[in-house]
C-alpha cells in the first residue's frame, strides 16, 4: 500500500523544527519558487533543497515512489510546454537562436531550451521541499500549525483526521473486496466490460460507504464528549514554542522571497534575459 | 448527584418512547452496574446522562433528570463533560490523537489548557491507569485491546470528572483482558471517591469486582434496583434475558436455594452448606453422559503454514499443524493479534501462505482462486455491514448465484426460497436490509454464503456484542446448519460459546496452535488459559468446593444440563 501521507520518524534538524514553521518555509519557499524565473536563484535553490534533504536524513529510497511520480510529471508537463506552444521561449525573450527543426513548426531554439531549463528548475526547487515537509511532519502536528497560521481547527482536525483514517479505509477496502471476491465478484480489470465493472465497484463501495459512516458517528461523539467544539480556540498537545532554529528557517525564506522579488526589479521583469 | 424522577424518553424517529417512568438515584462514590438485553434502554439512559441527548441525538423528554445539582434541560454535552466521562465501546473508534499521549490530553486541548499543564496533568493520569512512560509516544495500532482501554479511561479521567460511566467495557476485550479492565475500574473506583456506572450485560464478568447496585432494565423500565446477592438470589435475571453466573445456574439446577446470606454475588465470596455441597454432588453423580462420537474423516488440513505479510520481518504464523474434522463445530481461541483471523484468511485464499500446504478433502488448495475456493468453503466476516452491498433482502442472498451466471432464473428462484426458509427470513424476503436487527442481518450474510452450498463455514466472533438471547438465536441457528452437516468453525472470544456449541477447541497463541482439545478441557489448565489469555470458569471453583475432583467433568455435565434446559 502507497501511503500519501507518510511520516517518517528520524532525529534531525529538519524534524527539529516546529509544524507551523514547515508549513510556513514551505508556502513561502514555494511562493518564492513559483513567482521567479530568474535562472540565477532557480539554479540555486534546487541545490539548497537537496542539502536540507540530506539534512533531514530522510533516505531516497524511502521517498523514491513520491520522487518518480513527480519526476515523470515533471517531463510530461514540458513535453505538453514543448508540444503546445514551442515558441514560447523566443516570445519572451524577445530572440530566435534556432539550432535545428524536428518537423514542421517544431524548432528548436536556445530561448526555448532556455526557458524549459527554467521550468524544471522550478520542479526541482519545490519538489524535494514538499517531500521534505510531508515526510517530516508528524500528522497531528500539521493539523496544529494549520491551526497555527489562521486556519480553522475544526477544518484543520478534519483533515488531519481524514489523513489518519486513509490507511485503516484501505484495509477495509481490501477486507471488503475479498470477501466479494469470493461471492463471485469480478474485480479483475480487463476481463468485463465498463459497466459491469462499475456495478462491482458499487458491490464493494456500499458496504465500504456504510461501515465509514459507522465510524464516523462513533469519532464524531467520542470528540464531542470530550469537549470537542466548545470554544473558538484550543490548544494543542504537540504544539512546541518556537526556538531559535525556527525563526531563522523562516527568516532564510523571507530572504529569499525578497530576493525574488528584488530580481524582478533587476531583471526588469520576471525573466532573467541573457540572450540580450 | 445523578437523579431521574419519573423520567421518560422518546426518540424523534420513533413512535414509542423507549424509556418509561424511570426513578434512579446514584449518589458520589457508589459503583452501579446498569444490565439488560439489548434494546432495554440502558444504553440512552447513559445517553442521557453524558449528554449525547439531545446533542447527537434528538428526542422529547419527560419528568426530570437530576446532573450535577441542576436539571438536565440547564446543562449541554460540554459543561456535562466536566461532570461525567464516557469510556465508549469501541476503544478503537474513540481514539482521537495519533499517539498516547495526544489522545489523553485532546480534553485539555479543547479546555485551551497550556502545553506545560497539559504535559504535567498528561503524565499524572497516565501513571495512575499503568501506561505511563514511553508509552505516551505510542500510535494506537501498536497498543492491545486491553492497552487501548486503559488510554481511553485516561483520556476521560484527565478532566477530573466526578463520575466515570462504562458502555459495554467489555464487548471487545478477550477473557483475560476482561478481567484486568475489571480490576482497573475498581482500583480506581477505591482509590479516588468517583462514582462508577457501568452498563453491560456480561453480568457474571463484572460481578468479578464487587459493586454496590445492580439496575436491571428491560423494555425501557427499570425492573429491579438491588444489591447483587439479593438479584441473584431472585429468578429475575433468567426472565429478562440475562444470562445468571454460571456457579448460580449450576447450584440452581442441583436445587440449592440461593439467598442473600450464601453471599453469591461472586464465587470466592459464596458460602455453602454442607447440605448444599452434597445436592451438588449428587446432582453430578447422577447426570450421565455419552461421549460424542467425533468424526474421523478430515474435511479441512493445514500443514506447517507459515505466514508473513509482505515487507514485513514477524511471522504471523510458525509451523502450523491444523485439521478440521468433517461434520464438527470447531472453536478456535486465542486474544488478539494470535493469528486466528489471518489463519482463516489464508484458508479462503484472501492471502497466500509463505510456506506450508493446505488440504481440502485431501485437495491441495493452492491451485484454486479466491472464488473456486468459496464453492467449497464459506467466510462470514464479523460486521455484517461489510458484507450487504445490496439494498434488498432477496438480491442480498442471490448475488453469488446471479455472479455464478450458469444458472437459470428459475433455478436461482429456488435456491434462494430454500435458503430463505433454511434461515427463516423467507417471511422477510422482499424487505430492505435496513429494516433488520444485527441478528437478523448476521443471518442474512449467512444465508448469502449458503447459497453457494459450501461444506465449511467459517465465522468471525459471529455472536459479538450480542445479549444472552440473540446469542442463543444466533447459534441455536448455527447447531441447526450443522447438523444438516456444514462442518462449522467458530472464531471467537467467548467462552461460554466455545463451552456450550463447540466439541472441540484450537487455541491460537502468537502464531502457533497451543492446544487441540475438547472444549473444556482447555478451561482448566491453567498454562493454556494464561498462554491465550482466556479465563477459567467459575463451574471449576464450584466443583472444587463441593470436593468434586474431575472439574471437566463436572463443566461437561453442566453444559448438557443447561442446553437441555434452555429447549
Redesign the interface.
Known sequence: MINIFNYIERKSPIHKLTGATKLLCLLIWSLAAMTTFDTRLLAVMPILAFILFFVSRIKFSEVKVMFWFTFVFMILNNLLIFLFSPEHGTEIYGSRTVLFTIFWRYVVTSEQLFYQLNVVLKYLATIPIVILFVSTT???EFAASLNRIGVSYKIAYSV??AL?YIPDIQR?YH??S?????????IALGKQSLIKRLKSA???L???I??SM??I???????????????K?????????FAVPDYLSIAFCVILALLSICLRFVDGGRYFNPFI | MIEFRDFGFRYTSQSEPTLHNINLKIRQGEKILICGPSGCGKSTLAHCI???IP??YSGEATGELILDGKSFKDQN??SL?KFVG?V?Q?SD??F????V??DI???????????EE??RR?EEVSKKVGIGGSFLTHAPHELSGGQKQRVALA??MV?RVKVLLFDEPLANLDPATGKTTIELIDEIHKSTDTTVIIIEHRLEDVLYRDVDRVVLMSEGRIISDSTPAELLSSNLLIKHGIREPLYIAALKYAGVRITPQMRPQRVDTLVLTEEDKKKVRSWFENLSIENEKINDEIILSAEKINFRYPDKERLVLKDLDFSLHKGEMMAVVGKNGAGKSTFS?LI???EKPSSGCLKLNGRDLSELS??E??DHI??V?Q?P??????PMIREEVS??LV??SSLTHEEIDKKVDEVLKICGLYPFRNWPVSALSFGQKKRVTIA??LS?NPEVIILDEPTAGQDFRHYTEIMEFLKELNERGITIVLITHDMHLMLEYCSRAVIFADGEVVADKRSEEVLTEPTIVEKACLKKTSLSDLATMCYIEDDTAFIRRFILADRGERR
Not at chain 1, 217 to 231: P, Q, S, T, V, Y
Open positions: 508528524d500528522p497531528s488531519s483526521l489518519r477495509e477486507d471488503i475479498v470477501s466479494q471476491q469470493a461471492r463471485g465478484l469480478e458499487v458491490d464493494i456500499f458496504p465500504l456504510v461501515s459507522d465510524r458517528e462513533i469519532i464524531a461523539n467520542a470528540m464531542e464528549l470530550r469537549g470537542f467544539g466548545k470554544d480556540k484550543r490548544t494543542w498537545y504537540n504544539s512546541r514554542p | 453524558n449528554g449525547l446533542s447527537s454535552i460540554f463533560s464516557t465508549l469501541d473508534g474513540q482521537i490523537g495519533l499517539t499521549g495526544e490530553a485532546f480534553a485539555l486541548e479543547n479546555d485551551r489548557t497550556g502545553r497539559m504535559h498528561v483520556g476521560v478532566d484468511k479462503c485464499g484472501f479466491i472464488k475456493r468459496a464459506g467466510y466476516m460486521n455491514n461489510q458484507m450487504i452491498s445490496k448475488l453469488a455472479l455464478k448469502s454464503i453457494m
